[in-house]
């Protein structure tokens, strides 16, 4: 690919990225209008959107790595996840939590967590030496459940090593150090009821007089953090696919066989792909989660399916549609059913939800379709309504298009595009 072409495709790419960007905030600043939301309530529904879907680009581009560009069919990313989290948690809870950890700095739990989800990446990938596709998916899978069933088991819930206390909380979980964004606002970030710092003071007062409360204020500074670290894991991967090493598990992705028969050892980059992939799993989950509880709950199997659909949302081998498909989901199929009940309860009178599903059902007989619509918009229902969502989204793209948003910039393996041939003449 020419410099000139590449500069374009960057461009393009921060085009593409930024309008879609303004459109769903445009999009949810005319939701909050309709739901009568005051200013501090518009932006902190923005502020939602905007974390949920970084945390969603970061995993989808972990993903992306293994499954886009090497072919590797990995069903294991909630299990990589828990890794990471629980990893930094027993690194650097305070000794005198329940359960307690070594206390040791935020940084260092942070970097152990994600090369404990590398390291078990690792060990996941030696069954990916000899499967593939639908086994190499069975295996990681079953790997995910073997850590969540370990991090949830009372055997952990609190053990000592070496005179060391340890423990994950078993069913109960784990309370996770405070969120590092407060040292910016706080004098003592470890205390919820610390004063603010001057610096704080100062942004916490500008923005009360817009009526933005100091918790959506730490929101959004913790989401424009993410923000910049997506910025950051998109530009490591676009490096490395455009690298030797890029190249050859793209090679990988399209014949293993003729990657090896060129000299490769497509093992090895294998287990270098996984571990790197899982690590940035790990540091994706431990973003999310931190200053919260490490729960079992949060890294069940659903989670893995809601990061492929994602994928599959922007399309597998492209890095731009990877961030794109994390967004769409995240604000879209993930958060837009929480909103299209609140609007349509706030202009349409349903009333109550009945009980079961054949009292509302049989309201159409007289044709009132409220007692179907309440029902249907419930909060107990609005996790069934997403799935169906997400079924109704992917059937559509299978049928229509299969690639994704973005599949047709999938990478190639060739480091030029033999497409775009200069110079006259027949070749």
Not at 207 to 230: C, D, H, N, R
Not at 250 to 278: H, N, P, Q
Request: net charge positive.
């Amino acid at each position: 690919m020419s410099t000139t072409t590449g500069r374009a495709d960057r461009i393009n790419d921060a085009v593409l990225l930024l309008g879609f960007a303004l459109g769903i905030y445009v999009l949810f600043t005319l939701v909050s209008f309709v739901l009568g939301l005051d200013l501090n309530g518009t932006v902190n529904t923005l502020r939602r959107i905007t974390f949920l879907s970084a945390v969603y680009a970061m995993l989808v581009l972990a993903l992306n790595l293994q499954w886009g560009y090497a072919g590797l069919f990995n069903l294991g990313v909630a299990g990589f996840m828990a890794v990471g989290v629980y990893t930094m948690g027993m690194l650097s809870t305070a000794p005198s939590s329940t359960p307690p950890g070594l206390g040791l700095p935020l940084p260092i739990g942070i970097l152990g967590g994600i090369l404990a989800a590398s390291l078990v990446g690792v060990v996941a990938s030696l069954p990916a030496l000899r499967l593939r596709g639908d086994y190499l998916a069975i295996v990681t899978l079953a790997f995910s459940e073997i850590i969540r069933r370990t991090y949830r088991s009372p055997v952990f819930q609190e053990f000592t090593v070496g005179g060391l206390s340890l423990g994950t909380g078993g069913s109960r979980g784990m309370s996770l150090p405070s969120n590092p964004i407060r040292s910016l606002f706080y004098e003592n970030p470890t205390e919820i009821t610390s004063p603010p710092s001057a610096f704080g003071n100062a942004v916490f007062s500008a923005a009360e007089g817009f009526g933005i409360q100091s918790t959506v204020v730490e929101g959004w500074a913790w989401a424009i953090v993410l923000l910049l670290v997506v910025a950051g894991i998109y530009v490591l991967l676009r490096r490395v696919g455009n690298s030797p090493f890029g190249r050859v598990l793209k090679a990988i992705r399209e014949d293993e066989l003729v990657a090896s028969a060129l000299g490769k050892d497509t093992r090895w980059f294998k287990i270098k792909v996984f571990a790197l992939g899982c690590a940035l799993m790990g540091l994706a989950a431990i973003l999310w989660r931190i200053g919260g509880i490490a729960s079992t709950s949060s890294f069940m199997p659903i989670q893995t399916f809601y990061v492929f659909v994602a994928l599959i949302i922007g399309g597998a081998g492209s890095n731009t549609g990877s961030v794109i498909g994390g967004a769409v989901f995240a604000s879209l199929l993930f958060e837009g059913p929480n909103f299209v009940r609140r609007v349509v309860t706030e202009l349409v009178p349903v009333g109550n939800a009945p009980n079961t599903f054949f009292d509302a059902v049989g309201a159409l007989a007289g044709l009132d379709p409220t007692p179907l619509l309440a029902y249907t918009l419930s909060d107990v229902n609005v996790s069934a309504l997403r799935l169906v969502l997400l079924g109704v989204v992917l059937i559509y793209l299978i049928q229509n298009r299969p690639d994704g948003l973005l599949g047709h910039r999938k990478e190639v393996a060739a480091s030029v595009d033999l497409s775009e041939r200069t110079g006259g003449g027949k070749q």
